[in-house]
């Protein structure tokens, strides 16, 4: 379903959102040898635990291509 911003853009850039930003869990996974561990260099992401970062308003957090977020109302287009 189509959906549309307020505001539309950073309210001081004026840059266009890229997305929203996201929380998520997953396991840092590791490797093991003669008893002692390192980081494997990869994470298993929970993919279903995903969720939009949301204020207590319900706005969402975007974020644009220099990584500068603001908080926007998310409305459904119909």
């Known amino acids: 379903m189509p959906f549309k911003f307020d505001p539309p853009k950073h309210p001081e850039f004026g840059t266009e959102p890229r997305g929203t930003v996201e929380t998520l869990s997953g396991c840092a996974l590791?490797?093991?040898?003669?008893?002692?561990?390192?980081?494997?260099?990869?994470?298993?992401?929970?993919?279903?635990?995903?969720?939009?970062?949301?204020?207590?308003?319900?706005?969402?957090?975007?974020?644009?291509r220099q990584g500068n977020t603001w908080w926007a109302k998310m409305i459904d287009v119909k």
Not at 49 to 64: A, F, P, S, W, Y
């Open 30 to 64: 590791f490797s093991e040898e003669n008893g002692t561990y390192d980081w494997d260099g990869e994470t298993d992401v929970w993919w279903d635990e995903q969720r939009t970062v949301e204020d207590k308003d319900g706005r969402v957090q975007l974020i644009d």
